[in-house]
């Protein structure tokens, strides 16, 4: 089991950008998908970014391509979401995620993909 905790959020203006973090526990960490979700007031959990367990492969929903960079750092059990040029529409709290089971798309963008989450960091954009 991988216990994931994420930092970094907060309050940024339109423009600004802010570098999410997720700590994650274990030494599993190098061998599993990691993605990030968000949640906006009244909608549903959707996907934002994720990325493979070897090569590394990045992908990203459509509404942040290009202005999000999604990272890890197995040496320090790290994942990250670099988020720049941000918009009021991204405000939402912000979930890092992994998928510990075998299986499934060798992309997963749903969250029933994935089977551990964290709790939650809040970003708030503003003008």
């Known amino acids: 089991q991988v216990q994931l905790v994420e930092s970094g959020g907060g309050l940024v203006q339109i423009g600004g950008s802010l570098r999410l973090s997720c700590a994650a526990s274990?030494?599993?960490?190098?061998?599993?998908?990691m993605g990030w979700f968000r949640q906006a007031p009244g909608k549903e959990r959707a996907f934002v970014a994720g990325i493979s367990r070897i090569s590394g492969f990045t992908y990203y929903a459509d509404s942040v391509k290009g202005r999000f960079t999604i990272s890890r750092d197995n040496a320090k059990n790290t994942l990250y979401l670099q988020m720049n040029s941000l918009k009021p529409e991204d405000t939402a709290v912000y979930f890092c995620?992994?998928?510990?089971?075998?299986?499934?798309?060798?992309?997963?963008?749903?969250?029933?993909?994935?089977?551990?989450w964290g709790q939650g960091t809040q970003v708030t954009v503003s003008s």
């Open positions: 995620a992994a998928r510990t089971f075998d299986g499934g798309s060798t992309y997963p963008a749903v969250d029933y993909e994935y089977d551990q």
């Open positions: 274990g030494r599993t960490f190098s061998s599993r998908i």
